[in-house]
């Protein structure tokens, strides 16, 4: 298996963004995304490497979402 990236908050966003999920709700300095039934959590402290459990999760999550049925209805 490759090497996860090494990833601030801030590219996190960036890559959800791109794969088409929305900014839903913040508490404290974590950001919650969605894209259809599909959530991830993304912590923001600072400039801060994210874990690589947190990358993985966000991967995954972007994954999923190219996955599920509403995604083809969507250009």
Do not use: C
């Not at 894209?35 to 991967?59: A, D, S």
């Amino acid at each position: 298996m490759p090497k996860l990236p090494r990833w601030n908050a801030g590219d996190a966003e960036s890559v959800l963004f791109h794969a088409g999920f929305e900014h839903l709700r913040s508490k404290g300095s974590h950001r919650i995304y969605g894209k259809h039934n599909l959530r991830v959590t993304v912590p923001f402290h600072g400039n801060t490497v994210l874990h690589p459990k947190i990358v993985k999760q966000v991967l995954e999550i972007i994954e999923d979402a190219a996955r599920s049925p509403g995604s083809a209805d969507e250009s």
